[in-house]
């Protein structure tokens, strides 16, 4: 019985097309970044039957009820709602991982948005990589979309897609983040810069996060990289959640970060441009 | 008084490349001319509302207050004038000095023919698609095809006739479907995965696909498709 009044909070789907660009680790962070801003903050995995937010929040083994069981009515919406280990004003709804996509609704997912938008700040829903089903229920109740794609053709492309998708589903235009991006590979001219991708989407730019180590590591102990004040990709997840409460956050610069490797190699002469 | 058959010879309406001309007889008096000319526009009059046209004097001198008579006729009805032509240098330079066009400055290249009483173009109207075109997403249209927007990889366009992108070509276009090879492509950038025109394919090159930085048109030269650098010095 903590929340009493309507919130009347912000319902945004972080999604891609494409599997594997970082939707669930973008989900968590910037998720993380928003409460450790003082926000209250659902997560909601729509990924039925791939669950991961959950892992990536270390937080599994706290499950019991989930998303499907909510929207079945075998318990109540507070019941399945997970708190985070870390931040009290963070909570996950679990995907089911024993049934699919089909078992929930974009009815019941509007429904289950309404109820969630009235106790939290924000609710970041993790979508499902594809364009069916569960993808469709991870915009129904959506009033922005965040799309995450890496600086590749492919993941652009599907980017794309769901770009298109979002404005057929008359939303307004999704706001972009560039995942994973290597500024060495960038300079090289072996990667798609931020322009590059920019060029095709034509969308709102919301965040650049550098591909970074870290992130393995610290999604593999379920602890988000948005947390830890050093991590450059945690930088960029904490500057997402600023830019999403309106704040006019400059892109940090892409620069390699300068490594041993890389000052030694200056050093013998071989740094090249700096 | 001419009669019937004399008077449908004594003003001409031509379809040219430039558009709608209407051609002045030489030796016949100019009330008759302003009949004529009344009795045409409104005999086709849907097809002359809002048309801009070329009033051609040929080889008949042009006198200001004809000029003036049918400049009056011609804007009752929403017709404009575009140019007022003679065939002579002196006469016009008359009609310079006066202060008319005597000609249309650099004629479209691919206009099409229009006789007036024609119910419309050969290939149909245009259809106008005001959005960029994501891949998933395709357009078809009988005629003419006019994106405002980008074509991006993964969307593909289809036309009966010719196909013109204000933005990037990046996905695949397809003019002339039914096999007109006359059709065309053109774009502010063509980087396209695929261009088809007619029955012909032109794939991207698979490696260093580059990117030509400036308007281009694309078109069948000698069963082959070609693109080329829209000049705008050149026309």
Same mark, same amino acid.
């Not at chain 1, 024993?98 to 609704?105: G, I, L, N, P």
């Not at chain 2, 090159?205 to 030509?212: E, S, V």
């Given at each position: 019985m903590e929340e009493q009044q309507d919130r009347n909070g912000r319902v945004i789907t972080i999604t891609s097309g494409k599997g594997g660009v970082g939707k669930t680790t973008t989900t968590a962070n910037v998720g993380a970044a928003l409460a450790a801003r003082g926000k209250s903050v659902v997560l909601v995995d729509a990924d039925i039957g791939l669950r991961n937010l959950d892992i990536v929040l270390g937080l599994e083994n706290r499950i019991v009820y989930d998303i499907v069981d909510v929207v079945e009515g075998r318990c109540r919406l507070r019941q399945a709602l997970i708190r985070d280990k870390r931040l009290a004003n963070l909570a996950l709804i679990p995907a089911a991982q024993?049934?699919?996509?089909? #078992? !929930?609704?974009p009815d019941q997912m509007q429904e289950l948005c309404r109820e969630l938008r009235q106790q939290f700040d924000f609710v970041l829903i993790d979508s499902p990589a594809g364009i069916e089903r569960g993808f469709r229920n991870a915009i129904a109740g959506a009033d922005e979309v965040l799309v995450v794609t890496n600086p590749e053709v492919s993941a652009v492309r599907d980017a794309d897609r769901i770009v298109g998708l979002v404005e057929a589903a008359e939303l307004p235009p999704p706001r972009l983040i560039v995942n994973r991006i290597d500024p060495e590979l960038v300079r090289r001219g072996d990667m798609l810069s931020v322009e590059d991708v920019l060029e095709i989407l034509a969308i709102p730019l919301i965040g650049v996060v550098p591909a970074d180590e870290s992130i393995v590591t610290a999604t593999n102990r379920g602890e988000p990289v948005a947390l830890d004040p050093s991590s450059r990709a945690g930088q960029a997840f904490r500057d997402i959640a600023a830019r999403l409460l309106g704040e006019d956050v400059p892109f940090q610069p892409l620069e390699a970060p300068d490594g041993v490797w890389r000052r030694m190699l200056r050093a013998l002469g071989f740094g090249g441009r700096t | 008084m001419l009669d019937g058959e004399r008077l449908e010879a004594s003003v001409r309406v031509r379809g040219t490349q430039d558009g709608v001309r209407l051609v002045l007889p $030489? @030796? !016949? #008096?100019?009330p008759s001319i302003l009949a004529h000319v009344h009795d045409v526009l409104e005999a086709r009059a849907a097809f002359f509302r809002g048309a801009a046209l070329v009033l051609d004097f040929s080889e008949r001198e042009p006198v200001l207050e004809e000029i003036v008579a049918l400049q009056r006729l011609l804007d009752a009805r929403g017709v404009r004038i575009q140019a007022i032509s003679a065939e002579t240098p002196e006469h016009r330079e008359r009609l310079a000095r006066w202060g008319f066009r005597t000609e249309l400055a650099g004629s479209p290249r691919r206009l099409r023919l229009v006789e007036p009483g024609a119910e419309e173009a050969p290939d149909g109207s245009a259809t106008y698609v005001r959005r960029t075109l994501r891949s998933g997403m395709s357009v078809e249209a009988e005629g003419h095809l006019v994106v405002i927007g980008d074509v991006n990889p993964g969307a593909l366009v289809v036309a009966g006739g010719d196909v013109l992108v204000w933005g990037v070509v990046r996905g695949t276009v397809h003019a002339g479907r039914n096999g007109d090879t006359g059709a065309v492509i053109a774009a502010l950038r063509l980087a396209p995965m695929q261009l088809r025109i007619a029955q012909l394919v032109a794939r991207a090159? @698979? $490696?260093? #696909?580059?990117?030509?930085d400036a308007p281009a048109l694309a078109r069948v030269v000698d069963g082959q498709i070609v693109i080329e650098p829209w000049r705008i010095e050149r026309r």
């Open positions: 024993t049934r699919d996509k089909e #078992a !929930v609704s | $030489r @030796d !016949v #008096a100019f090159p @698979d $490696r260093g #696909a580059h990117l030509l």
